[in-house]
Nanobody, 125 residues
Framework: QVQLVESGGGLVQAGGSLRLSCAAS????????MGWFRQAPGKERESVAA????????VYADSVKGRFTISRDNAKNTVYLQMNSLKPEDTAVYYC??????????????????WGQGTQVTVSS
């Protein structure tokens, strides 16, 4: 079992920055890949970024490349999503997820087996 708790969401103006955190507990954190997803009202959930067990490999959606950075601190059992140059279209509920069957970040969304409760990010224009 893995428990995930996100934090760091909020309201920010366009062009601003936020850093999301996801604290994990349960299984050994350094043994699996992690990802961030988001879901805007009326839209399907989409993958934002993913990171390997060690942090050495990362994957990003085209819509956030160059603006968002995923990282992890295995000593703190935490994965982060640094979001810069935020746009109104980044407004969504952001979820972190764990893929305990994988070490690498190249994972289909359906392969993630644990999810956090989500944190709201709202970007005003």
């Amino acid at each position: 079992q893995v428990q995930l708790v996100e934090s760091g969401g909020g309201l920010v103006q366009a062009g601003g920055s936020l850093r999301l955190s996801c604290a994990a507990s349960g299984r050994t954190f350094s043994n699996y890949a992690m990802g961030w997803f988001r879901q805007a009202p009326g839209k399907e959930r989409e993958s934002v970024a993913a990171i390997s067990w060690s942090g050495s490999s990362t994957v990003y959606a085209d819509s956030v490349k160059g603006r968002f950075t995923i990282s992890r601190d295995n000593a703190k059992n935490t994965v982060y999503l640094q979001m810069n140059s935020l746009k109104p279209e980044d407004t969504a509920v952001y979820y972190c997820a764990a893929a305990t069957g994988y070490y690498h970040p190249y994972i289909a969304p359906g392969e993630y087996d644990y999810w956090g409760q989500g944190t709201q990010v709202t970007v005003s224009s």
